[in-house]
């Protein structure tokens, strides 16, 4: 009796990971997380805030929510080359480095992890004019190893990394506005 049970539950556990793999086999090799807000700032106030990776990082909710992360800056205090390196307990430890910009309207950039898991995720900013406003669009996308479509069929990536992307919109919405 106690035999068939194990059995059972070996059988089921065994059907469940199974399972889990084909929805992982299924899901895109790529990801994209996107989020958008409309600030009543001019682009102009608003570029600075991102292309300057210090300032950045004074609203980054991934820089803010990790209390120990350690970070270092190389390459040019603005634009293209300026590179932030950094290691914590909870935003990881990786690169991020501008590779592009188009003053005041883009702000490309690269994010190169090598923990928790390594990774290679390209980000863009835009900053398009809406009227006295301007909508800024954070982006980020990049190819999702069979590893990470497998974690996807259990966390549901756009609501994780989306939600700070819109904490982090917020936080700069609030320091372009208060300018």
Same mark, same amino acid.
């Given at each position: 009796m106690l035999k068939t049970l194990v059995l059972v539950v070996l059988g089921l556990v065994l059907l469940a990971i199974a399972a889990v793999l084909l929805l992982a086999a299924r899901q895109p090799e790529t990801f994209r997380v996107q989020r958008s807000t409309l600030m009543a700032a001019p682009a102009d106030r608003i570029f600075p805030l991102i292309a300057d990776l210090r300032q950045m990082n004074s609203w980054n909710p991934f820089v803010k929510? %990790?209390?120990? *992360?350690?970070?270092?800056?190389? !390459?040019?205090?603005?634009?293209?080359?300026?590179?932030? *390196?950094?290691?914590?307990?909870?935003?990881?430890?990786?690169? &991020?480095?501008?590779? %592009?910009t188009a003053v005041p309207t883009k702000v490309a950039m690269k994010l190169d992890m090598s923990a928790p898991m390594e990774a290679h995720n390209d980000v863009l900013f835009t900053l398009t004019p809406e009227g006295g406003a301007t909508r800024v669009t954070w982006t980020m996308q990049g190819p999702r190893p069979f &590893?990470?479509?497998? /974690?996807?069929? *259990?966390?549901?990536? %756009?609501?994780m990394? !989306?939600?700070?992307?819109?904490? !982090? /919109?917020?936080? /700069?919405?609030?320091?372009?506005?208060?300018?």
């Amino acid at each position: 009796m106690l035999k068939t049970l194990v059995l059972v539950v070996l059988g089921l556990v065994l059907l469940a990971i199974a399972a889990v793999l084909l929805l992982a086999a299924r899901q895109p090799e790529t990801f994209r997380v996107q989020r958008s807000t409309l600030m009543a700032a001019p682009a102009d106030r608003i570029f600075p805030l991102i292309a300057d990776l210090r300032q950045m990082n004074s609203w980054n909710p991934f820089v803010k929510r %990790d209390p120990q *992360v350690r970070g270092s800056y190389s !390459g040019p205090p603005t634009g293209v080359g300026a590179t932030y *390196v950094f290691e914590g307990k909870q935003a990881g430890s990786g690169s &991020l480095r501008i590779t %592009d910009t188009a003053v005041p309207t883009k702000v490309a950039m690269k994010l190169d992890m090598s923990a928790p898991m390594e990774a290679h995720n390209d980000v863009l900013f835009t900053l398009t004019p809406e009227g006295g406003a301007t909508r800024v669009t954070w982006t980020m996308q990049g190819p999702r190893p069979f &590893l990470g479509r497998v /974690l996807g069929v *259990v966390f549901n990536m %756009d609501k994780m990394v !989306g939600g700070a992307f819109e904490e !982090g /919109l917020a936080e /700069l919405k609030l320091r372009a506005e208060g300018a």
